[in-house]
């Protein structure tokens, strides 16, 4: 690379970590994260959560071409700098856009044709600078990658331009094809282009989307409270919440992204970007929809505990809300069960177990009003961290306190 090149953009080396650049963008997808509960609280139908799941895939998707790209090269140097901020602008923007995604509100543009806009401009910006890197490292085999990726994007931005202009159930129709157009021509086109320089930046990058998911799930909590006096049941409603997404952050932080980690750091060459993007790019958004799906359901029962609709805590869920108040943090353990099986080879029962719980208490939930389920939940998955503490407790310690010569070693 000249040094002309390098002032223009600075490659990422092994031991970096995460740029406040990052940082900064990832804020748009908390706003992202919102909009998507929003959309769905807006049509608590199964189209309501689908149309919020494609939206979901989409920003996702937006979002890892960026983890990837920032792995490469420092997103806070150089021309890397100025692209993320024009892409953070176009993801707002898109953002902005989610609630009328499939509906469109009288009066503006179309709502689905702004996102259409928005959607192709952060696949490109993305396609061309990540092109501009590799020509300037002047890596022939991430430029055949891209070339091929190229392909991948193009038919998946044509099938949102023409769900944007269909409408309807054809629009539905058209971008769950522009989703799997992206996700499963990813995989076809295999991991041996690409390059993991730094498995600690990629590991901590998707590490902070998953706090910001479960930040999600707290301004949820708060909003399905605001506007109402504070009451007894309110803070128990509260109290509840806080510990259920506290739980959802323990099963991942405590040991699981750890391992992960260390996993990932002695992999190379192709092993290692294939982990990074089964484990990461793919298995990362179930838990980030998982994390959604109860966020919708908590947001639903503080509003329950606050007299929303003249309802109280002894009202049960039904329907959209209680699925995600029990299918949301079992999604979740599910996923995280696929991330371990995928990075250490641990199956995890417990989790499958817990998970299972969580799903065949549904109809019990049903009954016993919204504030004793939110307590079952949330019982379930305090139950699930208490066994793996005690029951794992020798290997918890091992992997918690490896010193970093140690770590690499950990199996």
Same mark, same amino acid.
């Given at each position: 690379?000249?040094?002309? *090149?390098?002032?223009?953009?600075?490659?990422?080396?092994?031991?970096?970590?995460?740029?406040? /650049?990052?940082?900064?963008?990832?804020?748009?997808?908390?706003?992202?994260? @919102?909009?998507?509960?929003?959309?769905?609280?807006?049509?608590?139908?199964?189209?309501?959560?689908?149309?919020?799941?494609?939206?979901?895939?989409?920003? #996702?998707?937006?979002?890892?071409?960026?983890?990837?790209?920032?792995?490469?090269?420092?997103?806070?140097?150089? #021309?890397?700098?100025?692209? +993320?901020?024009?892409?953070?602008?176009?993801?707002?923007?898109?953002?902005? $856009?989610?609630?009328?995604?499939?509906?469109? +509100?009288?009066?503006?543009?179309?709502?689905?044709?702004?996102?259409?806009?928005?959607?192709?401009?952060?696949?490109?910006?993305?396609?061309? +600078?990540? &092109?501009?890197?590799?020509?300037?490292?002047?890596?022939?085999? /991430?430029?055949?990658?891209?070339?091929?990726?190229?392909?991948?994007?193009?038919?998946?931005?044509?099938?949102?331009?023409?769900?944007?202009?269909?409408?309807?159930?054809?629009?539905?129709?058209?971008?769950?094809?522009?989703?799997?157009?992206?996700?499963?021509?990813?995989?076809?086109?295999?991991?041996?282009?690409?390059?993991?320089?730094?498995?600690?930046?990629?590991?901590?990058?998707?590490?902070?989307?998953?706090?910001?998911?479960?930040?999600?799930?707290?301004? *949820?909590?708060?909003?399905?409270?605001?506007?109402?006096?504070?009451?007894?049941?309110?803070?128990?409603?509260?109290?509840?919440?806080?510990?259920?997404?506290?739980?959802?952050? #323990?099963?991942? +932080?405590?040991?699981?992204?750890?391992?992960?980690?260390?996993?990932?750091?002695?992999?190379?060459?192709?092993?290692? @970007?294939?982990?990074?993007?089964?484990?990461?790019?793919?298995?990362?958004?179930?838990?980030?929809?998982?994390?959604?799906?109860?966020?919708?359901?908590?947001?639903?029962?503080? &509003?329950?505990?606050?007299?929303?609709?003249?309802?109280?805590?002894?009202?049960?869920?039904?329907?959209?809300?209680?699925?995600?108040?029990?299918?949301?943090?079992?999604?979740?353990?599910?996923?995280?069960?696929?991330?371990?099986?995928?990075?250490?080879?641990?199956?995890?029962?417990?989790? $499958?177990?817990?998970?299972?719980?969580?799903?065949?208490?549904?109809?019990?939930?049903?009954?016993?009003?919204?504030?004793?389920?939110?307590?079952?939940? $949330?019982?379930?998955?305090?139950?699930?961290?208490?066994?793996?503490?005690?029951?794992?407790?020798?290997?918890?310690?091992?992997?918690?306190?490896?010193?970093?010569?140690?770590?690499?070693?950990?199996?």
């Amino acid at each position: 690379m000249s040094t002309s *090149a390098r002032q223009r953009i600075q490659a990422v080396t092994e031991n970096a970590s995460v740029t406040p /650049l990052e940082l900064f963008f990832d804020l748009v997808l908390v706003y992202a994260l @919102t909009q998507v509960t929003s959309l769905i609280s807006g049509n608590l139908t199964g189209r309501g959560v689908l149309e919020g799941m494609i939206v979901l895939a989409l920003m #996702w998707w937006s979002w890892v071409g960026y983890s990837w790209l920032g792995n490469t090269v420092r997103a806070d140097e150089g #021309w890397a700098r100025a692209a +993320f901020i024009v892409v953070m602008a176009a993801l707002f923007v898109a953002a902005l $856009t989610i609630p009328e995604s499939f509906d469109d +509100f009288a009066g503006g543009l179309e709502g689905a044709v702004v996102l259409a806009v928005c959607y192709a401009i952060v696949r490109f910006v993305h396609l061309g +600078f990540y &092109a501009y890197a590799a020509r300037s490292a002047g890596d022939a085999g /991430l430029m055949r990658q891209l070339a091929r990726f190229g392909v991948v994007t193009g038919i998946s931005v044509a099938f949102m331009f023409a769900g944007a202009a269909a409408g309807g159930n054809a629009q539905i129709v058209l971008w769950l094809a522009a989703v799997a157009v992206d996700y499963v021509g990813t995989q076809v086109i295999g991991a041996g282009g690409w390059r993991l320089n730094s498995p600690g930046h990629f590991s901590e990058r998707h590490g902070l989307i998953i706090i910001i998911a479960l930040g999600e799930s707290i301004v *949820a909590i708060g909003v399905g409270a605001s506007g109402r006096p504070i009451a007894s049941d309110v803070i128990v409603a509260s109290v509840l919440g806080i510990a259920l997404v506290a739980a959802m952050w #323990w099963v991942y +932080f405590d040991v699981t992204a750890l391992a992960a980690e260390r996993r990932l750091a002695r992999a190379e060459g192709v092993e290692r @970007t294939r982990l990074a993007r089964d484990a990461y790019t793919y298995i990362h958004l179930p838990m980030v929809a998982g994390i959604v799906l109860g966020a919708l359901g908590l947001k639903k029962v503080e &509003a329950y505990v606050g007299g929303d609709g003249g309802r109280d805590w002894s009202d049960s869920l039904h329907g959209i809300p209680l699925v995600g108040l029990h299918g949301g943090p079992a999604l979740y353990l599910l996923a995280l069960v696929a991330f371990r099986l995928t990075m250490v080879g641990s199956l995890g029962k417990s989790r $499958t177990i817990a998970a299972a719980v969580l799903l065949v208490t549904m109809p019990l939930g049903a009954r016993i009003g919204a504030l004793p389920d939110l307590l079952l939940v $949330t019982a379930v998955m305090a139950g699930l961290i208490a066994f793996e503490a005690i029951r794992y407790a020798e290997d918890r310690h091992r992997i918690r306190h490896l010193d970093g010569h140690a770590a690499q070693g950990e199996g």
